[in-house]
């Protein structure tokens, strides 16, 4: 089990989604998939993404394991989610705070990442494109050396950052901006 904790810091915790983030605890023995989070902030914006990260272990990964075209949970065992704790925008759509099931679609050039309302399911078995809040195309990026465990980070800013999904030889960002608040 992997245990890990956003709490807002003392000087923020009134004004602010600003949160620290705490290293997880692993109790868990040895896994192929490991329980994981990313997490950061972007402007105001905490972002939180919960996955299984597989590992690549000698395996054709993009075109093999995972089959171009298709809707892919993007990890293993359950539905990867992501966690904005304030509205966002995502290209030219506006993204409620909330959880949601990030997919994705890998092609060998662009990928499409989805955001879905259906975070709790298995794989991408009740996956329904009708539940979609996101279709987001981006291109692939091709990296010189092997991400050997799927990766996924926050690029923190101050108004604009992205989350950035790394495995195997493929790179793909999903630029995120915070949406200011009224004063």
């Known amino acids: 089990m992997a245990i890990v ?5 003392a000087e923020t915790q009134n004004t602010e ?6 290293q ?10 490991p329980p994981v989070t990313a997490m950061g902030n972007i ?20 075109g ?3 089959a171009y075209g298709e809707v892919w949970v993007t990890g293993a065992h359950k539905a990867t989610t992501v966690d904005f704790s304030t509205n966002v925008r995502i290209g030219d759509s506006l993204i409620e705070s909330g959880k949601y099931a990030l997919f994705t679609i890998p092609g060998q050039e662009q990928w499409t990442i989805l955001l879905n309302k259906n ?21 692939a990026e091709t990296i010189t050396h092997t ?8 690029q923190e800013g101050d108004h604009e950052g992205s989350i950035i999904i790394s495995w195997a030889n493929v790179k ?3 630029p995120i901006q915070t949406i200011a608040k009224e004063q």
Do not use: M
Request: proline content about 5%; glycine content about 4%; overall charge negative.
């Open 64 to 66: 093999g394991l995972v």
């Open 119 to 139: 975070y709790d399911q298995h794989l991408a078995d009740e996956y329904d494109p009708e539940l979609d809040v996101l279709r987001y195309v981006t291109q």
């Open 24 to 33: 997880p605890e692993t109790s868990t023995p040895n896994t192929k998939s």
């Open 43 to 62: 402007g105001e914006t905490h972002v939180h993404i919960s996955y299984h990260s597989p590992r690549v272990r000698g395996r054709n990964i993009f």
């Open 147 to 154: 991400q050997e465990e799927l990766l996924y980070q926050v």
């Open 172 to 174: 793909v960002s999903l």
């Open 5 to 9: 904790s956003c709490k807002k810091s």
């Open 17 to 22: 989604n600003h949160a620290e983030h705490q």
